[in-house]
């Protein structure tokens, strides 16, 4: 999996574009600047967006060349983010540590969805927040009919409410749906695609 990723974000194109992810600017730019973790960054475009606005950006990824890139474009605009180099199962960080933490197209596997959500739950503190924005399981038909629109390849990969929630015990919803939405990111999220999201506030 680190070879792919690696390979896929080797090129000085960014795969996913530089821009943040739509529903992510338009949570966060409602929110006061604080501490914020963003696993499976990729190449940096969200936690360069918060880092501008004045959050302490942490940050991992298994790729290399994802960090490289992430690293390049906060240079680019003058801003410094922690990026580690690491998958979810060797990321380690306190409790209560975040005010906010952010899965932005982030797939775990169904056998291991509950254990990752659970484990980041645990790094946010009481008051603080979890956005997350991810392909539902019902996606894996648009995947089929329109190839631009990206996602894994696996339902098992895929969300959907009510297992979702299981990794957040006690979460106070902020917004919790389903819906359709026009993918503009990059060449390889770009169309029509079924989505879930969720603002979650732990207690």
């Not at 298994?62 to 992430?70: F, L, P, Y």
Request: proline share 5%; with cysteine; hydrophobic share 40%.
């Amino acid at each position: 999996m680190k070879e792919f990723w690696d390979d896929r974000y080797a090129s000085e194109t960014y795969v996913f574009g530089e821009e943040p992810n739509v529903f992510f600017r338009e949570q966060i730019d409602q929110l006061p600047a604080g501490r914020l973790l963003l696993p499976a960054e990729g190449e940096g475009r969200n936690a360069v967006y918060a880092a501008r606005k004045g959050w302490k950006v942490s940050a991992f990824d298994m790729s290399e060349q994802a960090r490289r890139k992430a690293e390049q474009l906060a240079d680019r605009h003058g801003v410094k983010i922690d990026y580690q180099v690491a998958a979810m199962p060797h990321v380690e960080y306190p409790a209560a540590t975040f005010d906010l933490a952010a899965l932005i197209f982030v797939h775990f596997p169904d056998e291991k969805q509950q254990q990752f959500h659970s484990k980041i739950w645990s790094w946010i503190r009481p008051g603080g927040r979890l956005i997350l924005e991810g392909y539902h399981k019902t996606h894996i038909a648009y995947r089929e009919k329109y190839g631009s629109v990206g996602g894994p390849g696996s339902e098992a990969f895929m969300y959907d409410l009510d297992s979702l929630m299981e990794g957040f015990p006690g979460a106070l919803k902020l917004m919790a749906e389903e819906c359709e939405i026009d993918l503009a990111e990059g060449d390889n999220h770009t169309g029509l695609s079924r989505v879930v999201r969720l603002h979650l506030q732990k207690p």
